[in-house]
């Protein structure tokens, strides 16, 4: 734990970016296990927050290399500012998305809504027989109450929160002579 503070003290700007990116990369491995190992259908909320973690984590890695190769505070900030907007629309996305879920108020037709389009007729038995509709108002896993949105609501905070430590700490390194 001490090895771990005094790494923080040292180079704040590369820790950040190294917890963004990890924390980011755990949570993709994550919701792709979810989705690829236990079966769980991700609908079309879940794939719209997936697009936060899929824009934070590679910038976060090259934060990381910028950090120890003498990129400017500039560019180290700009792009710790970018992760920090990212993670919050994600915050407030996974928050909309587990209101939903708990049916405060209505999700997107596309995936809450009625079935209404299951083509011809003659081919509808067919169709109704493959189709699988994960619906964006029903919690697929939920773990001491909360589902998989309302982690995100707290992973996604906690990136923000992280990404803006880091983008405090690039504006005050000094720029190298």
Known sequence: MTDTLSMMRKDPIATAAALVALVGLATIIGF????????????????DQRKAFYVAVPLAALLCLGAGHGASRKVLFLGFLVIAVAMLWNTGLAAFHAGVEWKFWPGPSDCSGPVNNFGSAGNM??????IRIARCDEAA???FG??????????????????AFGAKAALARPEPE
């Open 32 to 47: 792709l296990f979810f989705e690829h190992v236990l079966g769980y259908e991700p609908c079309a909320l879940c794939l």
């Open 125 to 130: 038995l067919n169709r109704l027989q493959t």
């Open 141 to 143: 896993w939920r773990l």
């Open 146 to 163: 909360i589902s998989m949105a309302g982690y995100d609501v707290l992973i996604s905070a906690f990136l923000a929160a992280v990404a």
